[in-house]
């Protein structure tokens, strides 16, 4: 959308508040925006937004976003992320749709571009069972090395069972973020942070143990206790 008027930056801080609170992506497009620093960074940074007079703007042009992520990682160096770089890795964040343009401004002689998200907060779809099975396929492959004797359905049905339990489980949190969703983003806590938080307190159930501890048999892993 192009605004000939700079002063009209109300479209900067109102699409904000349009976004849907959640919105589930698919697995493998949610890992690969979130795989690499800068991009993982960038979605962070427009959910942070940026103070713009009393306000808070969630709406960031290239050259803000680039400030605020060499600004707060100085550890990586002198201007740590170059602006070609950035451009990269904005257009694969719209590609993903999870990054989208607010609204085009005519600052002086030249268009600036100003990117948001495309909603408050991201959780990653479940992996089918052949995906899960594949992105496994290593780990089934060495506990079949470990036991030879062990028939490979035996192995595929035990990690399918597992994966229901996970299932289960993404469920149980994915509803749990939606049903406290506006709690959440008042309290500014990353909707990622959270869901990987709360996949850890699950990871202590029982029956998750208890397969973690077969596997650990399986591959012939040392006791740590």
């Known amino acids: 959308m192009l605004l000939e008027n700079i002063s009209d930056r109300s479209l900067l801080f109102e699409f904000w508040d349009n976004l849907v609170n959640i919105k589930e992506i698919d697995f493998d497009t949610f890992k690969q925006s979130n795989e690499h620093p800068i991009r993982k960074e960038i979605v962070k940074i427009l959910r942070r937004g940026i103070k713009d ?3 808070k703007r969630h709406a960031l ?3 803000e976003i680039l400030d605020e992520i060499n600004q707060l990682h100085k550890h990586w160096g002198k201007e740590a992320v ?3 770089s950035l451009y990269y890795h904005r257009d694969l964040l719209i590609e993903n749709k999870q990054m989208q343009e607010v609204a085009v401004f005519l600052e002086g002689k030249r268009h600036v571009s100003y990117y948001g998200r495309t909603a408050k907060g991201f959780i990653a779809s479940d992996l089918s069972n052949e995906d899960f099975l594949n992105f496994n396929s290593h780990i089934i492959n060495l506990i079949q090395e470990f ?3 062990m028939p490979k359905d035996e192995i595929i049905n035990l990690f ?3 994966k229901s339990k996970f299932d289960k489980q993404h469920q149980l949190i994915k509803n749990w973020i939606e049903e406290n ?3 959440l983003l008042k309290l500014d806590i990353d909707i990622i942070d959270i869901y990987e ?3 850890t307190i699950y990871s202590y159930k029982k029956e998750i143990i208890e397969f973690n501890d077969e596997f650990a048999r399986l591959l ?3 006791d740590y206790f």
Do not use: Q
């Open 82 to 84: 170059k602006m070609t």
């Open 181 to 183: 969703s506006n709690i």
């Open 61 to 63: 042009s290239m050259k």
């Open 220 to 222: 012939h892993l040392p």
């Open 160 to 162: 399918k069972h597992m």
């Open 53 to 55: 007079g009393d306000r």
């Open 197 to 199: 938080k709360i996949s």
């Open 147 to 149: 036991n030879p004797d």
